[in-house]
């Protein structure tokens, strides 16, 4: 998978269907996305392990359900500021 453009955010869900969240989030910091490009996972009910494996694998961020519109522009307010400065 090979994109011409780096996008400033990825936003993806947790629960995907035949793929694994944390795999993808490992694949996307190796192999495809800029390392200062941020990646929000929305993520239902998470252990403090599962998160930890999401953060490990390169997610900047984890905005848990129930998502909160509010919520998310925040977190993403915040990722993007932090991402800016690196």
Do not use: Y
């Not at 989030?25 to 800029?34: G, K, N, S």
């Not at 522009?73 to 400065?85: D, N, Q, Y």
């Amino acid at each position: 998978m090979a994109i011409d453009r780096s996008p400033r955010i990825i936003v993806m869900e947790q629960n995907l269907p035949d793929v694994d969240a944390t795999s993808l989030v490992t694949e996307l910091r190796q192999q495809i996305v800029p390392p200062g490009v941020p990646i929000v996972v929305l993520a239902r009910a998470t252990t403090p392990r599962q998160r930890a494996r999401l953060i490990w694998a390169g997610a900047n961020a984890i905005v848990a359900e129930p998502h909160d519109c509010v919520e998310i522009r925040r977190t993403v307010g915040m990722v993007l500021k932090v991402s800016c400065w690196r």
